[in-house]
């Protein structure tokens, strides 16, 4: 019988916010996979180093390219999808052995995240699944204690009040709303990044690491 191939997210940077599901599986794998940098050792592995067992099989799925030129035919994309290619192979070759395999990723794995690729070549031929994670938006979010989508005057009353069906489910027309006001929030926020501008974003590294 073959293997499962579990992507899974391990969160911004703090052990902490591993979930549960992602701890055990990380605890109980057969195989342990992830990707890093030529340069750096790999972040999600160092984010669930304490998770990982003595002895278990590790395998390293090294970036041909991060920064700077590339020697490929194809260039970046090229390169990239040669190397995704080829980390569907040694991950499937474990696979095929009956071995699971649990694929790390930083934040959430569809998240802009490499296995997410990974993914989508091996989950045809395999039992496959995907374990959401805490994304680096939610940690920065988290970090500047500042709502993502704020919505404002009555919306915000009613938020605190939401009128409520039978069922229990918001009534139509108060969702709509809303969203409706929620909007015009957004457009406020991406007006006040533009140059000369009031200087309202801000940069957030390493969110959510401890
Ligand atoms: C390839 S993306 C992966 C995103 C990840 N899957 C997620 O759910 O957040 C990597 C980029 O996410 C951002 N990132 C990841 N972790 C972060 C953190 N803890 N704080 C701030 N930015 C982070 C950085 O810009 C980094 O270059």
New binding site residues.
């Given amino acids: 019988m073959t293997g499962s191939l579990w992507c899974v997210?391990v969160?911004?940077?703090d052990p902490e916010l591993i979930t549960r599901k992602a701890a055990r599986l990380i605890e109980t794998a057969d195989v342990v996979a992830y990707h890093r940098a030529g340069h750096r050792p790999s972040?999600a592995r160092a984010i669930a180093a304490d998770l990982i067992p003595d002895g278990v099989v590790e395998e390293e799925l090294v970036y041909p390219v991060t920064t700077g030129e590339i020697d490929h035919p194809g260039g970046y994309h090229g390169a990239m999808a040669a190397f995704y290619l080829e980390c569907a192979e040694r991950l499937g070759a474990h696979l095929e052995a009956g071995r699971s395999v649990v694929l790390l990723?930083?934040?959430?794995?569809?998240?802009?995240?490499?296995s997410m690729y990974v993914h989508d070549l091996l989950a045809e031929r395999f039992d496959a699944h995907v374990v959401p994670?805490?994304?680096?938006?939610?940690?920065?979010s988290a970090?500047l204690s500042t709502g993502l989508c704020l919505a404002r005057g009555r919306a915000h009353r009613a938020a605190r009040h939401p009128p409520r069906h039978r069922d229990g489910a918001p009534p139509r027309r108060h969702r709509r709303r809303r969203h409706h006001e929620a909007g015009p929030h957004l457009r406020e926020r991406a007006r006040s990044t533009r140059p000369g501008g009031p200087a309202r974003a801000r940069l957030?590294?390493?969110?959510?690491?401890p």
Wanted: zero cysteines; glycine letters at 26%.
């Fill in positions: 997210g969160g911004p940077g972040t990723a930083e934040g959430d794995p569809l998240f802009f995240g490499s994670g805490v994304t680096s938006v939610s940690a920065a970090g957030v590294r390493r969110a959510g690491e």
